[in-house]
């Protein structure tokens, strides 16, 4: 009865209680011959199962209007979580830049987003803890269109493969990708925003 109910609504269920009543009526003119009075109740039986039918797509309409929205809510994306290094990370960071003082590291960050620029810092103050030599800079400009990369000349891509590769080990399959106007001996680390995702050219 509760579901009925919640299906028809009162507008819905106050026409079936028409129809119901109209119906028995209808049934005792007829047994009287009683025919305009007979006529009548069919007429008002009919509209309110009208009544009914109409209330009841409309509701349907509306429940469906409901879903779609609750559907749309649930898909927005929800708020990037800001960035932090682990103990972990920030540990095996400091160990292997202690045992490649030959290279050095440019960490670039996006100027335009807040996390980039504090999840950079913390990955700059990580590496100079290990005694590496660390520049930084917030960018302005075009940034590669990815929340982490990595770039270095074709030597470095040989020479500072084991600490390329221990980057890799902190921070996932990360986009790289080897650049000539790069510096001898220098990975630049690129951190932009979270919500960039295509990989460097």
């Not at 009683?34 to 009548?40: A, I």
């Not at 290094?85 to 045992?99: E, P, V």
């Not at 030597?155 to 986009?175: C, K, R």
């Amino acid at each position: 009865m509760v579901q009925l109910s919640s299906f028809l609504g009162p507008v819905g269920i106050l026409g079936a209680i028409l129809s119901l009543i109209a119906a028995i009526r209808g049934v005792l003119a007829f047994r009287k011959k009683h025919w305009l009075d007979t006529t009548v109740d069919v007429i008002v039986v009919f509209i309110g199962v009208a009544l009914v039918a109409l209330n009841a797509q409309q509701r349907i309409h509306s429940q469906d209007q409901i879903s779609y929205l609750q559907g749309e809510i649930t898909s927005i994306p929800k708020a990037n979580v800001a960035r932090h290094l682990t103990d972990s990370q920030r540990a095996t960071l400091i160990s292997s830049s202690s045992s490649n003082h030959q290279f050095n590291v440019y960490v670039v960050m996006d100027a335009h987003d807040a996390d980039a620029a504090e999840y950079g810092s913390e990955i700059a103050a990580a590496l100079l803890k290990g005694g590496m030599s660390v520049n930084g800079t917030n960018l302005f400009g075009a940034m590669p269109q990815t929340p982490l990369a990595f770039s270095y000349d074709s030597e470095t891509q040989s020479s500072g493969a084991a600490f390329i590769a221990s980057l890799h080990d902190v921070f996932g399959n990360v986009p790289e990708n080897v650049d000539p106007s790069v510096a001898p001996s220098q990975i630049k680390i690129w951190v932009g925003a979270q919500t960039a995702s295509p990989p460097l050219p």
